[in-house]
Nanobody
């Protein structure tokens, strides 16, 4: 079983910063990618940023230049540094990972429980 645990969410004023962490644990033969999604009230869940094991990254247009995704492969942990936060960044942020638990299984997507980020104006 694979579990993802997020941390680092909280309350911050507009223009402030937060750093989210997501640690993957359990039976994991390999991780193809890890990333972050978010879901604001009344909105659908959307991609924020992803990072491939090889290092390639992709960001939503709304966060480019403000957010930075990084990872520590040895720790199976992904981070999201969020700077210049805006009220519209308020959402529950979910960690996502594509993991192959064992060599006998295909890759599957796993989700964390989410961490709340609230940006006040």
């Amino acid at each position: 079983q694979v579990q993802l645990v997020e941390s680092g969410g909280g309350l911050v004023q507009a223009g402030g910063s937060l750093r989210l962490s997501c640690a993957a644990s359990g039976t994991m033969h390999s991780i193809k990618h890890m990333g972050w999604y978010r879901q604001a009230p009344g909105k659908q869940r959307e991609l924020v940023a992803i990072i491939i094991v090889g290092g390639s990254t992709n960001y939503a247009d709304s966060v480019k230049g403000r957010f930075t995704i990084s990872r520590d492969n040895a720790k199976n942990t992904v981070y999201l540094q969020m700077n210049s936060l805006k009220p519209e960044d308020t959402a529950v942020y979910y960690c996502n990972a594509e993991v192959q638990p064992t060599t006998r299984q295909f890759y599957n997507n796993y989700w964390g429980q989410g961490t709340q980020v609230t940006v006040s104006s």
